[in-house]
């Protein structure tokens, strides 16, 4: 049977979306169905014991626990999962400023079993944000640099919306029309979306740059709660004060 | 290039996961690629905005909202969908004895497009509840009758541990092992399972029968909260005293 060019997307992959209820946060397990190995993109401190559970459950090995970016609103779960899951290596962008075994750029691999997550620089929502994208172009999962008919803000953390801006046009925008997106986080129970449905949908990257700029300096938002633990934390996989 | 015998899972389907949080409910909207036809499964009242918006903008027709069952958690959306949506029918199992478009038994299809969901029935949780199928048995909607790593109660609404017992292992363990598993509810972010997973990990249902009856006999669990309200209502699509 033919199916043309196009890969059957995700073939030979395990793939789970989880979520962590308090601070709306996603976590990606990406695993390969033959040799078992795999990434846990995004973990929570608080859903590390759930995650590991099922890392044991399909018999996986975890080689990478990686973050989009230094987050504001939770505690990584990447320096307790090394201490839980032997080999496991935390990582995460050089340019974010924290400390992990693996300090990835632009255009390295994380490679698990055969398939792998090139890294996009993505920064805007803080410099180190980057975009993971599977090897097919499948999927991308893009942190809190674009998000499902929204994005990150962009007033902490060196933040800054004209980059943002240029970072989700060039970088994610670019990506095939059915890519399926999957963010760091949603409030309103959306789950996924596609390239071809943000750059037609989202209601502020779809604007001209200087309409974004306005939007983003008028979004008015509270001061995350947990930032001023989260982040010093975060600098250090987590591990800081926990 | 050949992928052997078995189809690629959801080829030419739209679907999309949406959670609504009070309620913790799952409601699934699938789609044909071609002709754009729909299915929801499972909408809550309150979420029936964010799901029109989502069928709009994705292009599709919705010809039927479906429940699993008579809800006893949460409001269904399927009367207020029928009003926003011309066309759009709603649809429950005949021996939920709910009122709705399309009262269904077991074996029935629901079709969109090419794509079609086959009725299972699983009582146990309630008389009338029902297991969807994909055509391909890639994917299976369990309502409340397999949960991810649990099950729905069986102590109201016609509630019966032996058969749910039974429903379980007829209907839905005896789907292929690969066959991805999307339930009604999940209370800590998980979204998925499989056949597989759920036959080696359930700790309920992986039991003999008269240990799961006793487990269910000894669950004490608060009465739901919305039950008087919701119970009513979904027996005429959720219209009732709205
Ligand atoms: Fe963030
Ligand atoms: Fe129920």
Known sequence: RHYGVRMEPGKGLIFRQLFESISSTYTYLLGDKETKEAVLIDPVLETVDRDVKLIEELGLTLKVAANTHCHADHITGTGLLKKKLYGCKSAI??????????????????????????VRETPGHTDGCVTFVLGDQSMAFTGDALLI??????????????????????????????????PAHDYKGQTVSTVEEEKKFNPRLTKTLDEFVHIMANLNLPKPAQIDIAVPANLVCGLHEV
Chains 1, 2 share one sequence.
């Open 93 to 118: 962008s050089r340019l974010s400023g924290a400390n992990a075994d693996i300090l990835f750029s632009e255009g390295d691999h994380i490679t698990f079993g055969k398939h792998a997550l090139t």
């Open 149 to 182: 008919r929204g994005c990150g803000r962009t007033d902490f953390q060196q933040g800054c919306s004209k980059r943002l801006y240029e970072s989700v046009h060039q970088k994610i925008f670019t990506l095939p029309g059915h890519c399926l997106l999957y």
